[in-house]
């Protein structure tokens, strides 16, 4: 069975620059959320969604969005990126939110 | 809000106890989870408590008071390899998942 996959791993980006970030989730999860980490910050919850639909969304500004698509599969979209952006953001795929979450690697974004 | 505390960094040896606390606040909270960081790994889930009480799972025990909405991880025979981060997180009744700020366990021989 295929854990969570994101995709790029790594990426580095210039100010003012947009990126978007993949996350493809385990087989039949249809729960999807968002975390940026950053050293001393922990896991900052960004925003999830189930069946397309954005359930949750924490406190970030605008630039931050995502969507998820028919298939589960999500994108997380930063706009206008900054210095602070810089940090690994995780994806974590469940079948219900209140079941165990099963984490990606990460994307680690650096901007410059 | 929707925070959580826990210590920053705990450290111990080989073959201690450890038990690392994480207290909530309690507005629509539904569980609580326990997940482990390896330094450039991905969390993985460790346990789950959505009753008061004790859950153990091998060298592992989590802990659950509902009613001082306080929990804590409890770790026992200490290995180097237990080195790592751990986040509690809460469940929320509104689907949320929202994690603590970490505890950096370093075990020393």
């Known amino acids: 069975k295929a854990g969570v996959t994101q995709t790029p791993r790594y990426l580095i980006k210039t100010r003012g620059q947009q990126v978007t970030l993949s996350c493809s989730p385990i087989?039949?999860?249809?729960?999807v959320s968002w975390y940026q980490q950053t050293p001393g910050q922990g896991l900052q919850f960004l925003f999830e969604?189930?069946?397309?639909?954005?359930?949750n969304k924490g406190n970030f500004p605008g630039r931050f969005s995502g969507r998820q698509f028919s298939n589960s599969r999500s994108e997380m979209n930063v706009s206008t990126l900054e210095l602070g952006d810089s940090a690994l953001y995780l994806c974590?795929?469940?079948?219900?939110?209140?079941?165990?979450?099963?984490f990606g690697q990460g994307t680690r974004l650096t901007v410059v | 809000g929707q925070s959580l505390e826990q210590p920053s960094e705990v450290t111990a040896v080989e073959g201690a106890i450890v038990q690392i606390n994480c207290t909530y606040q309690?507005?629509?909270?539904?569980?609580l989870s326990w997940y482990q960081q390896h330094d450039g790994g991905a969390p993985t889930f460790l346990s789950y408590?959505?009753?008061?009480g004790l859950e153990e799972t091998g060298r592992f025990s989590s802990f659950l008071s509902r009613s001082d909405s306080y929990g804590y991880l409890l770790l026992q025979e200490l290995q180097m390899k237990d080195s790592a981060s751990y986040f509690c997180?809460?469940?929320?009744?509104?689907?949320?998942?929202?994690f603590g700020t970490g505890t950096r366990l370093q075990v020393f021989p």
């Open positions: 997180a809460v469940s929320y009744n509104t689907d949320k998942l929202i």
């Open positions: 309690t507005s629509g909270f539904y569980g």
């Open positions: 974590a795929s469940s079948r219900t939110q209140n079941t165990e979450a099963f």
């Open positions: 087989s039949g999860h249809r729960s």
């Open positions: 969604y189930f069946s397309e639909t954005q359930r």
């Open positions: 408590n959505a009753l008061d």
